[in-house]
């Protein structure tokens, strides 16, 4: 089994519509992350969290919410999805005060028609 | 603002090629620079350089770090078909604890 899950693997959906993604986790790690992915522009930082009760946006944040439900759990929701919003959506985590090194999650791939 | 700049994009080489890929940043409070392999979806992580000038090894490929010219290289020599994958740098800031990417370089191995 992977140690960092997201659901659904492909969703496609209409403008407007409220999106989530979901992460879980079984590395026991504090820190998770969401990143983007678009070609030619690598993984851009969307959210990321600490611990429970930490979330800090990061580059691309607008447009996008997260939820930090447990500390094997982080969510990502798109409120009102748009077409610009179709990329691949990875989750990531990391140890405390590690390496920095992440560990991924197998992606969701989102189309927003 | 931070910067990670990957080159080339794009490389197209025969097997046993040996190919070097190139990753320059501009970031204030530099701690360390990782090098991570994309071949269907999640990255896999190769190296972490903290150091400049010192190698790091794994099997074909290596990765050096230069801290002064703020850059690094990772090659990969007696290339195999399975090599072909996006190749990721990212570089980690001090106290920020999160990782700036740059591109991907999309590395196709010939047969």
């Known amino acids: 089994d992977a140690d960092v899950t997201q659901t659904p693997r492909n969703r496609i959906t209409k403008t407007g519509k409220r999106i989530m993604l979901e992460c879980s986790q079984t590395?026991?790690?504090?820190?998770m992350y969401w990143y983007r992915q678009d070609p030619g522009l690598g993984l851009r930082l969307i959210y990321y969290?600490?611990?429970?009760?930490?979330?800090n946006k990061g580059e691309i944040s607008d447009g996008y919410s997260v939820s930090r439900q447990a500390q094997a759990k982080f969510s990502l929701s798109l409120e009102s999805a748009i077409p610009n919003q179709t990329a691949l959506y990875f989750c990531?985590?990391?140890?405390?005060?590690?390496?920095?090194?992440?560990?991924f999650g197998e992606g969701s791939r989102l189309t927003v028609l | 603002e931070d910067k990670v700049v990957q080159s080339p994009l794009s490389l197209v080489v025969h097997e046993g090629d040996t190919v070097t890929l190139n990753c320059s940043y501009e970031?204030?409070?530099?701690?360390?620079l990782l090098w991570y392999k994309q071949e269907k979806k999640a990255p896999t992580f190769l190296f972490m350089l903290?150091?400049?000038?010192i190698e790091k090894k794994s099997g074909r490929l290596s990765s050096i770090l230069d801290k002064k010219e703020l850059f690094s290289i990772l090659n990969i020599t007696a290339t195999q078909t399975g090599d072909s994958a996006v190749y990721l740098c990212a570089v980690e800031k001090q106290g920020a604890q999160k990782l700036v990417f740059g591109q991907g370089t999309r590395l196709t191995i010939n047969p």
């Open positions: 590395k026991g790690h504090d820190r």
């Open positions: 969290s600490f611990d429970v009760k930490d979330i």
């Open positions: 903290t150091s400049s000038g």
């Open positions: 990531a985590t990391s140890v405390l005060a590690g390496t920095g090194e992440l560990f």
């Open positions: 970031v204030t409070n530099f701690r360390s």
